[in-house]
């Protein structure tokens, strides 16, 4: 048809003005038609494979011909066979191919027992978040709980029992091992067969050990933290008859004075304190409370104090006393038990600053009831006692939770107690010693010789995740179940009961602790299935857990119920306070000399008493404070530095008694004067590629008989010791003095700060010197549907670094190391800034998480050569890896400096290749692509999850929202700092944070339009200038 | 002292007859190269060998290798890459535009000025290509249509870079080849090697020396220098782009384009001095290249010197004129920060010590100008380095900011361009005229029709 039209149109048309022959030019038909067909007959025909082959055309022959060529190039050359694709023959029920599923459980990173959802995909977990409807962490889970996910695919974890041969240890079957250990139980005779352990949480692994004594009567439980509240505990209960010590409600305080205690850092549950915490900092609710913080470190608290003095640890039960005595000659209170202090002379005596201490009088005072003071565990019992006192005259037990209470379900054995085990291992009187998951050889005293006495033990067994230092000195080591493969249950306070369910089956030939101890009570090693403690906890809930309940629903539906949910909620009583017993309270004060040096021993930020020590994330994320990665270090105070002539990264010597340890020094702002700060949990050995030799272990520097508390020596002393030793951080340390680098954030408008008061009186201070929007010679694009944006309230940011772990997980960050973060070459795409302003002795600090502002005029998309940096009509910058060739220029180009080069294959580059490890890879979010070589990287607002919601709406025929998506850093923060939405969406919580009037952005004059804005800290002071 | 301004000094010293100029230039290819020769081209080619070695690392392991970092995403290979591409200006400036100024004492000098240019960009060439993450990749910063539809980035100066490089090296290629044809031909005509012969008229594409052919040849060679010219002022103002297009404090200066150029001249002259120094001494051409010649180049050093010397003190003032409290810093930190040692290495060496240059000893004098102009090359290098290293590593947010050390294999790469330079160099010097001989011939006293014996007016 439509041939001969054109046909007919050409010969229609009596002047063609070109032709390309006489036939053209005078319309032959046949040449007009050869003309419309590009190709000649025959030329084109379709193969048809009835035909002869001698019919073939020219055309199928070359066609013919490549493709058997290709075909038999393909078939010869050397295929690298990827391993099997297998369908589900039975697909199992919930797995839908690339959607992940989330079960509920518990986290057993600490004591604390929050509950997390784990994410996992086709049947791995990929990703843990908080459990949002637990009530004790709604939702947000920390960095170690985050990072847990690494140690569950961690290559170095043990795969097989172990037995110690001369040689070093030999692969042992499981049977084989339970036999032997299940023998020497039972030959223990009237020896003891001591069980080390940490915290016990769980009540039905307490009914395991119950059944283990029973069975073995000569078992004795010693459990232990190296970190703790044993002080607190005492503490409590000589005041108020139980150690069983409240929980604070930090979000009604108006008032909280933080004596040495880092509340928001490493003490309690970490999440619930802070979100209480910033519950209580509220820009829209106008709401502030006043944080006063008396502490000889900086610490992540005293980060984020209205008000911060620096003392020395023991000083700390003066000051309460003095405190007392001035608060009842004011007539606040009426106490007599303090009358031979004297606040005046204290204030004199250590340097305080007076109008600071005033202030703090009068809101104690005028804030009774509302305020509370809160003790670190790192004080001695005494400062606990006269805290609670002066809780107690002020009225402060308001503040004490009643609703649910600590629960300790075992308590943990005092050094006393652990000095007996040593004395009857001294005298062979131990048979059997069980490490139930723990590390006693690095984590007790040397003075215990417990490393040697253990040789002195016929039998000592570990149970462990991996190598460690006690392993190594164990006749068995029998690898146990990661958290995500194990069940169990928990209990750490009144009112709920956590359960934990395994999401993925073994990886390894590992069992879990509770399953090894019941085939030993079973004596007979056949006794063990891989349903053994599963079954035992299940009959455990039924018979002794499912009657407290009393809930109407039958045993079975609620079973199901709280795995679902990932706990059971129990209808305990709360806890009520009797009046304080002051009689016979020990308020006598251990007396010290200012002058001499106090070493405190801290728990680590990032691998808390050294369990995580072979965890590459949490290695690298920075401390909070000193932004510090892969090394402790001995913090001092920059005039303490002086004195020893010393600076940042020198080595020196510290010793206490005839305990030394050689470390390099950082010059720490705020620190207090002669006195030394090192975080526990570092100089592992034996513990792995990542953690051995990270760090330096300075647990050798714990006495089992502490004069002051165990975590701080006031007889310390420290010298030079001559050499360097390099400390990797992620941020410039510069000099305070340096005029031309001083304050250089406010001078540039980086950080933007008002306070309280300023705020009630000029609510749109901010915006006063917001630069203008500069027109433009180009009409920008009209972003008239959604575009994406960020939210930071810089109010409610403590500085935490929760949301680095997160994002490292969600988005497949790799581990750089310690060499690279030293040459500046980290890869986290989300950076908490701290700036400091003020005195070295006393700086005002600001946090600033930095990440990819997503500028709508980015000035890294229009340098980049090859477009492989564009923007999405949804606001979003992105990164087109694969058309990255890697110059660099877009880095160059990024004020906020938030790119991030591969400059290695850097999961190659690690130690032994120990990133590419295969296990390891079961752990990349399949979302997100792996970087290679070469490429530049950055922030993408979590696009995967947002391709997600949209790929939902769209599934559900809605148009997506704002609210649809959550980044992993939002999910993360445990104080809810970060909110993230449709900028365009009017009506959302985000739209508010979004045009707050304490919003600003970040280098705001280059014009550059960022898509995340801050919203400025507001400090609760006394004054209108900060 | 007496001086005779009515007349200009001889191009040419020494009286040499037609001949005698033809068989002084051409004879290092006449003779087989002796030990020297060998020795010379053993240790560049050994710089060679160490930059090859350490990129081959570099390819194998990745860039990482380097000292380059986050907020310092640019660091030496990028320094060395403008500082050769600036190198290669001074050829074009005295084949070119002294050429069309007519500008006679260029004739000793061009043809080697013209050489280096092309060695020098060769070198510079290879250094945007492999400081990129993923060298192999290289290709897509040349549109090329595809599947994709993908194209570049037209707004991006290192794309500006990509057609100005590219372009420079094509155009000076084909204006030196031009002007080598007289003298192939020349070559062709003395040679009596067959192989020799072969080669000689392959290139020489059939010159005859017939007035026909010299009427067409200087038309095009003059066209040629009025296409390069342009270009002088350019490549370098597109380099200078590269920065200067960026929002960076301390390479977003409007100053850049003529500041880049003045400091490419000077730059260039003070390496082709550099190896005139030794070029006329080691082939005898002390009568081609005069001291005369040396000096006016040393002119022309002290000239650009004060340029670049300007443009450093006019960053400064624009700095504090301009309020703006980072480029303030910027400038403050380069001269009293971190990297304060670079920063006054360059001055010292670009400013200062070209200032004796005013004396006419020092500019004759050629133990002082060697040491001068070594001092210009490394202080030129470090102009680079100053601009490109002390502005990335403090910028906007203190928080980000690193301090940036070069490793052995950045240094190894360095100096491998410095092998790959003088080997081209070397190699240069004896398979092919060092002095263009038709030119030489040509401005040679007697040469030219004059008045009463004195010079033509």
């Given at each position: 048809m439509s041939d001969n039209r054109e046909v007919n149109s050409i010969q229609n048309n009596p002047d063609p003005n070109y032709w390309r022959s006489f036939e053209e030019l005078y319309r032959n038909e046949k040449t007009l038609k050869a003309r419309h067909h590009e190709f000649a007959e025959g030329v084109t025909d379709d193969f048809d494979p009835n035909e002869n082959l001698s019919g073939i055309s020219r055309r199928k022959f070359l066609a013919l011909l490549g493709a058997s060529a290709a075909l038999a190039g393909v078939a010869c050359s050397d295929y690298r066979d990827k391993g099997e694709i297998v369908p589900y023959n039975v697909k199992p029920e919930e797995i839908i191919l690339g959607r992940p599923n989330f079960y509920a459980s518990t986290c057993t990173a600490c004591a604390n027992s929050c509950g997390i959802l784990i994410k996992t995909r086709e049947g791995r977990p990929i990703k843990v978040d908080g459990n949002p409807e637990h009530p004790v962490n709604q939702g947000k889970i920390c960095a170690k709980g985050q990072a847990n996910i690494l140690n569950l695919y961690d290559p170095e974890r043990l795969q097989q029992p172990l037995k110690k041969s001369s040689t070093g240890f030999d692969n042992i079957e499981w049977k084989k091992a339970d036999s032997d250990i299940i023998a020497s139980l039972s030959m223990a005779g009237s020896k003891e067969i001591a069980i080390v352990t940490h915290t016990i949480t769980s009540p039905t692994f307490l009914k395991v050990l119950e059944d283990f004594k029973a069975k073995f009567p000569t078992t004795k439980i010693y459990s232990y933290e190296l970190f703790n509240s044993s002080a607190r505990n005492s503490a409590w209960t000589k005041c108020y008859g139980s150690g069983n010590f409240p929980l604070i409600k930090w979000n009604e305080a108006k008032v909280i004075l933080a004596l040495e205690s880092d509340f928001l850092g490493v003490e309690g549950n970490r999440v619930e304190n802070s979100r209480m915490f910033a519950e209580g900092r509220d820009v829209n609710s106008k709401s502030f409370n006043r944080l006063y913080v008396i502490e000889s470190s900086m610490t992540l608290t005293g980060m984020n104090a209205d008000y911060r003095m620096r003392l020395k640890p023991e000083a700390q039960f003066a000051f309460v006393m003095s405190l007392i005595n001035e608060l009842n000659r004011k007539g606040a209170i009426s106490a007599s038990i303090a009358s031979n202090y004297s606040l005046d002379e204290f204030v004199k005596k250590n340097n305080l600053d007076k109008e600071r201490v005033n202030h703090l009088l009068n809101d104690l005072i005028a804030n009774k009831g509302k305020a509370i003071i809160h003790a670190g565990d790192l004080m001695p019992e005494n400062v606990h006692i006269a805290v609670n006192i002066l809780n107690e005259l002020l009225g402060n037990k308001n503040l004490y939770r009643t609703d649910s209470a600590s629960v300790n379900l075992l308590n943990l054995s005092s050094l006393d107690e652990v000095k007996e085990l040593t004395d009857k291992m001294r005298n062979n009187q131990v048979a059997v010693v069980i490490h139930l998951d723990c590390n006693p050889v690095y984590h007790f005293p040397n003075d215990l010789n417990y490393k040697e006495l253990l040789t002195k033990v016929p039998t000592v067994v570990t149970l462990t995740e991996r190598m460690n230092e006690t392993a190594q000195f164990s006749s068995y080591i029998l690898p146990l179940n990661h958290n995500f493969e194990s069940w169990g249950d928990s209990k750490t306070r009144t009112g709920v009961i956590s359960l934990q369910q395994p999401v993925i089956a073994p990886l390894h030939n590992t069992r879990q602790k509770e399953s090894i101890l019941l085939t030993w009570i079973s004596t007979s090693p056949d006794t063990y299935t891989e349903t053994l403690y599963h079954d035992f906890l299940m009959k455990n809930w039924e018979t002794n857990i499912y009657p407290t309940l009393k809930s109407r629903i039958e045993f079975k539906q609620l079973w199901f119920g709280a795995l679902h949910d990932g706990f059971a909620l129990t209808n305990e009583a709360g806890q009520n306070f009797s009046s304080i017993n002051l009689t016979g309270l020990n308020l006598t004060e251990t007396k010290f000399n200012s002058e001499a040096m106090t070493l405190v021993l801290r728990e680590s930020y990032q691998v808390g008493d050294g369990?995580?020590?072979?965890?590459g994330w949490l290695q690298e994320l920075p401390h909070p404070v000193s932004k510090i990665t892969w090394d402790n270090y001995a913090a001092i105070s920059h005039n303490t530095a002086k004195a020893l002539d010393v600076q940042n990264d020198d080595l020196v010597e510290v010793s206490v008694g005839d305990r030394k340890l050689t470390l390099p020094v950082f010059i720490q702002a705020g620190n207090a004067d002669n006195t030394i700060t090192i975080e526990l949990g570092y100089g592992r050995e034996f513990s792995g590629i990542v953690a051995s030799g990270v760090g330096f272990n300075a647990n050798t520097l714990l006495s089992s008989k502490p004069e002051f508390s165990q975590w701080v020596y006031t007889n310390a002393t420290i010298i030079k010791a001559g050499g360097k030793y390099p400390l990797a951080s992620t941020q410039e340390h510069h000099a305070f003095d340096n005029p031309r680098i001083q304050d250089l954030h406010l001078k540039r408008h980086i950080i933007q700060e008002g306070t309280v008061a300023l705020y009630e009186k000029k609510s749109d201070f901010i915006q006063e010197h917001r630069p203008k929007e500069l027109e433009s010679v180009y009409t920008p694009f009209q972003y008239n549907e959604m575009k994406w944006g960020m939210a930071i309230d810089l109010n409610k940011c403590l500085g935490c670094g929760d949301c680095i772990v997160a994002c490292n997980v969600e988005n497949n960050v790799p581990v750089v190391g310690k060499d690279q973060v030293l040459k500046s070459r980290e890869m986290q795409w989300l950076r908490i800034d701290r700036y400091y302003s003020g005195s070295p002795d006393d700086p005002r600090v600001s946090m600033q998480p930095m990440l990819c502002q997503h500028c709508d005029q980015a000035p890294c998309e229009n340098v980049c050569p090859v477009v492989a940096t564009t923007h999405s009509p949804d606001g979003l910058n992105q990164m087109v890896y694969n058309r990255c060739?890697?110059?660099r220029y877009c880095s160059n180009n990024c004020p906020y400096k938030v790119r991030r080069f591969n400059f290695f294959n850097f999961r190659d580059h690690f130690r032994d290749g120990y990133q590419e490890s295969s296990i390891l890879t079961l752990m990349f979010n399949p979302e997100v692509t792996v970087r290679s070589r070469g490429v530049m990287e950055k922030c993408t607002f979590c696009v995967q999850r947002i391709e997600e919601a949209r790929s939902e709406a769209a599934r559900k025929g809605i148009p997506i929202k704002g609210t649809d998506v959550k980044t992993a850093c939002q999910e993360a923060c445990p104080t809810n700092a970060i909110h993230f939405g449709d900028?365009?969406?009017?009506?959302?919580?985000f739209y508010k944070y979004r045009n707050h009037e304490l919003g600003y952005y970040v280098l705001e004059e280059l014009n550059v339009r960022p898509n995340v804005t801050y919203i400025a800290k507001l400090r609760n002071i006394h004054t209108e200038e900060l | 002292m007496h001086i005779d301004y009515s007349q200009e000094a001889p191009a040419i010293a020494g009286r040499l007859t037609i001949s005698q100029i033809e068989e002084l230039v051409a004879r290092p290819l006449d003779t087989k190269p002796d030990r020297k020769y060998f020795i010379a081209l053993s240790i560049s080619g050994s710089l060679l060998l160490l930059g090859a070695i350490c990129l081959g690392i570099s390819f194998y392991y990745g860039i990482g290798l380097w000292g380059n970092n986050q907020p310092v995403g640019w660091a030496v290979p990028i320094v060395n890459f403008v500082f050769w591409v600036g190198i290669g200006h001074a050829g074009t400036l005295i084949s070119a535009i002294l050429f069309l100024l007519r500008q006679k004492w260029r004739t000793g000098i061009a043809r080697f000025a013209e050489a280096m240019t092309i060695f020098a960009v060769i070198c510079a060439g290879i250094f945007p290509i492999i400081h990129t993450g993923r060298p192999w990749l290289a290709g897509y910063l040349i549109p090329y249509p595809n599947q994709h539809s993908l194209w570049v980035n037209f707004t991006s100066p290192l794309l500006w870079d990509v057609f100005a490089v590219s372009t420079y090296f094509t155009v000076s290629l084909v204006f030196w080849y031009i002007g080598l044809i007289p003298d192939f031909a020349t070559l062709r005509d003395r040679t009596t090697s067959k192989l020799k012969k072969t080669i000689y008229s392959i290139f020489s594409l059939g010159w005859r020396h017939s007035s026909r052919h010299w009427q067409h040849y200087e038309k095009a060679y003059m066209l040629l220098a009025g296409f390069a010219t342009p270009l002088v002022l350019s490549v370098h103002t597109i380099v200078s782009f590269d920065f200067a297009v960026s929002i960076l404090p301390g390479w977003h200066t409007t100053i850049f384009p003529p500041y880049f150029v003045a400091g490419a001249i000077f730059s260039g002259f003070a390496m082709v001095v550099t190896v005139l120094v030794f070029v006329r001494k080691i082939f005898n051409l002390e009568n081609i290249i005069t001291l005369d010649h040396l000096e006016k180049m040393n002119k022309v050093i002290l000239a650009t010197g004060m340029m670049v010397g300007y443009a450093y003190g006019m960053e400064f003032f624009i700095a504090w004129y301009s309020g703006v409290q980072a480029e303030q810093f910027v400038f403050i930190n380069r001269a009293f920060g971190p990297y304060a040692w670079a920063y006054w290495i360059m001055v010292s060496c670009n400013v200062i010590f070209p200032q004796l240059f005013w004396f006419r000893k020092f500019r004759r004098s050629i133990p002082v100008m060697f040491v001068i102009v070594i001092l210009v090359n490394v202080g030129m290098w470090f102009e680079r380095f100053v601009i490109t290293v002390t502005s990335l590593h403090r910028d906007f947010l203190p928080s980000s900011w690193a301090y940036y050390k070069p490793t052995f294999f950045d240094m190894g790469i360095l100096l491998g361009s410095f092998g790959l330079f003088f080997t081209l160099v070397i190699l240069f010097t004896k398979s092919l005229p060092v002095v263009s001989i038709s030119e030489v011939k040509a401005v040679a006293d007697g040469a030219q029709p004059t008045h009463r014996g004195g010079h033509h007016e």
């Open positions: 369990r995580f020590a072979n965890n060739v890697g110059t900028i365009n969406g009017k009506d959302s919580e | -």
